[in-house]
């Protein structure tokens, strides 16, 4: 991952936040207190002209065309989400690569294939207020499962931790331990207006508590080829579900 430090203007910053937060208020509406996220921002009543000026920030656009390539475009109101934090108690979600790990049914020698392809698989994270939620095993975009991963989570779906009935600080030590059960993983720490650039085939997750503001843009850098990818991807994993295959394990047979 990269990270572009202080890249958008305090102007847009405030034009984002004050679209944050109505953003909030739909979320928890539609979702209830511990949703969070809205996606994608093109689909509800939202002033879109933030979003379009984040979209069309020239520093921001070459920024990516330089560590990636000008066909990666960002700012798809189509796809573009907010991520937020719970109103009540902590959470956190399980530790992922994306698509591998959280689409039921994927076939994942499709996964293998396109893993170090510079045209799928960049995430973007974008603070609107400083955010240290997402934590990251760096380097793991490069490779396979290594043997202490493969070993911390053997089995498919990989499960988050197991609240039951606990407290809110209960529950923040408990995300915390989960987070840092992972070996090598640390926290990936933006400030308001840094920009997070990062191949969603690491390993990483999302810990999150109530009185930390959240408003974190998620967002992609898009390709054409990583359209029809995902796609194709979709319509393959829907149709192994129908068939009966759920979720396979990568680490089957590999130790």
């Given at each position: 991952?990269?990270?572009f ?10 034009d984002?936040?004050r679209?944050?937060d109505?953003a ?10 511990q949703?969070q ?9 939202l ?14 656009v ?10 990666h ?6 796809h ?31 996964w293998d ?16 207020y ?6 990251v ?11 202490s991963?493969?070993e ?9 931790p197991?609240?039951g ?22 926290p990936?720490y ?14 990483h997750?999302?810990?999150y ?8 843009l ?15 991807a ?16 990568p ?5």
């Amino acid at each position: 991952y990269t990270v572009f430090g202080k890249i958008l203007p305090p102007s847009l910053i405030s034009d984002l936040r004050r679209v944050s937060d109505i953003a909030r208020e739909i979320a928890r509406s539609r979702g209830g207190t511990q949703v969070q996220r809205l996606q994608p921002v093109g689909h509800f009543e939202l002033d879109q002209q933030p979003f379009m000026d984040y979209a069309e920030l020239p520093d921001l656009v070459d920024a990516i065309a330089k560590v990636l390539t000008p066909r990666h475009l960002h700012g798809d109101r189509d796809h573009l989400g907010i991520l937020l934090e719970p109103a009540e108690m902590p959470y956190c979600t399980a530790w992922h690569r994306d698509w591998r790990d959280n689409i039921h049914g994927l076939n994942l020698a499709h996964w293998d294939q396109g893993l170090l392809d510079i045209n799928l698989f960049n995430q973007i994270n974008c603070a609107l207020y400083n955010d240290s939620c997402t934590w990251v095993v760096p380097g793991s975009h490069l490779r396979h499962d290594l043997r202490s991963e493969a070993e911390r989570f053997p089995d498919r779906p990989i499960s988050g931790p197991n609240f039951g009935e606990r407290t809110a600080e209960e529950r923040e030590y408990i995300c915390l331990e989960y987070c840092r059960s992972m070996p090598s993983a640390v926290p990936l720490y933006l400030e308001a207006g840094d920009f997070a650039l990062y191949r969603n085939t690491l390993w990483h997750m999302g810990n999150y508590v109530p009185y930390s503001m959240r408003a974190t843009l998620h967002d992609s850098a898009m390709t054409p080829e990583f359209k029809e990818w995902s796609q194709q991807a979709q319509q393959d994993a829907s149709q192994r579900q129908k068939d009966g295959l759920i979720m396979d394990n990568p680490n089957a047979n590999r130790f």
